[in-house]
């Protein structure tokens, strides 16, 4: 069984990557590069302020928190434990990958991009009211971008980024949910976009 899940994963990644051109390839490293999101990113938290105003200054830190932990623990403890390489390490695949991005580090097994993208979404997602439907699908839908450029880009197998959405979503929730008791506690009856 086990074998037969590492080879799905394997040719999962491979027709993933096979499905190239030059235009795919600039948006996907698009998408994988961290750092092209912190202006979104600024604006995010200026936004996030505005609408919880005094809640702001529990919410923002535990959002900083999630994908804090997301990140640490998929890079500092599961890729050293596992020690799997990444695509583009592998001799028995490298020489049929596509790398339009170079290859990163060595070990890739979990995800870290997955894990970060999928905390933020899901954090937010969770303590945004309903009304704001639009913005958790886009933030969802980003997610799922992030991370399928990790397996595009040859950086992670599918299973990589799953465990590390995974990761990222419960870490997420965890925190959240501090979020939630802590506001039941101290700002009962405010409503979220009320001044306050």
């Keep these: ?5 590492q080879t ?13 051109t030059r235009g795919l390839d600039a948006w996907m490293v ?12 600024f604006v995010l938290l200026l936004v996030l302020g505005y609408l919880f105003r005094r809640r702001a200054f529990l919410l923002l830190p535990l959002l900083g928190l999630s994908v804090a932990l997301a990140d640490s623990v ?10 799997r ?45 309903r009304r704001f439907r639009l913005a958790k699908i886009l933030l969802f839908i980003w ?11 040859a950086a992670h197998f ?3 980024v799953v465990a590390g959405a995974l990761l990222g979503s419960l870490l997420a929730w ?12 101290w700002w009962p009856t405010i409503a979220v976009g009320t001044p306050s």
């Design 8 to 20: 799905l994963d394997r040719e999962l990644l491979v027709a993933a990557n096979a499905h190239h």
């Design 1 to 5: 069984m086990i074998e037969y899940l």
């Design 143 to 153: 997610a799922a971008i992030v991370s399928y450029s990790r397996i595009y880009l």
């Design 85 to 129: 390489l990444r695509p583009c390490h592998d001799s028995r695949l490298s020489a049929v990958l596509n790398l339009a991005n170079g290859c990163g580090g060595q070990f890739g097994f979990i995800s870290s991009h997955a894990a970060n993208a999928f905390a933020l979404a899901v954090f937010i997602a969770l303590v945004l009211p």
């Design 74 to 83: 998929s890079s500092r403890f599961f890729k050293p434990y596992f020690a």
């Design 158 to 160: 599918p299973s990589d």
């Design 174 to 185: 965890g925190c959240a949910t501090l979020y939630e008791k802590g506001t039941a506690r």
């Design 30 to 41: 698009f998408f994988s590069e961290r750092f092209v999101w912190f202006p979104a990113y």
